[in-house]
């Protein structure tokens, strides 16, 4: 299973950007997947979540009606869409999956919201 995410960089506040996780190595259209987040001192936090038809998703609520996941499965690929973006955003962004007993994460891409 491999996992990498990418899309990430810096964006000034209201700005808007677009994650791309690329899965591979796993039946991805079988499999829900998650976007997390961590920043600097604070622990990781799930953002995002998406079942593995793309019928349903999850948002917390801190960026609820700003970020947007969706997947394309034909492409092995899950997407973030953040906009109205926050300082308070900045993080490094991960995709997960589980797969059987295991969890399975991307190295991450750094997000950085700053004037």
């Known amino acids: 299973v491999q996992l990498v995410e990418s899309g990430g960089g810096l964006v000034q506040p209201g700005g808007s950007l677009r994650l791309s996780c690329a899965a591979s190595?796993?039946?991805?259209?079988?499999?829900?997947m998650r976007w997390y987040r961590q920043a600097p001192g604070k622990e990781r936090e799930l953002v995002a979540s998406?079942?593995?038809?793309?019928?349903?998703?999850y948002y917390s609520d801190s960026v609820k009606g700003r970020f947007a996941i969706s997947r394309d499965n034909a492409k092995n690929t899950v997407y973030l869409q953040m906009n109205s973006l926050k300082p308070e955003d900045t993080a490094v962004y991960y995709c997960?999956?589980?797969?059987?007993?295991?969890?399975?994460w991307g190295q991450g891409t750094q997000v950085t919201v700053s004037s």
């Open positions: 997960k999956t589980r797969v059987g007993l295991y969890g399975y």
């Open positions: 190595g796993f039946t991805f259209s079988s499999y829900a």
């Open positions: 998406i079942t593995s038809t793309g019928d349903s998703t």
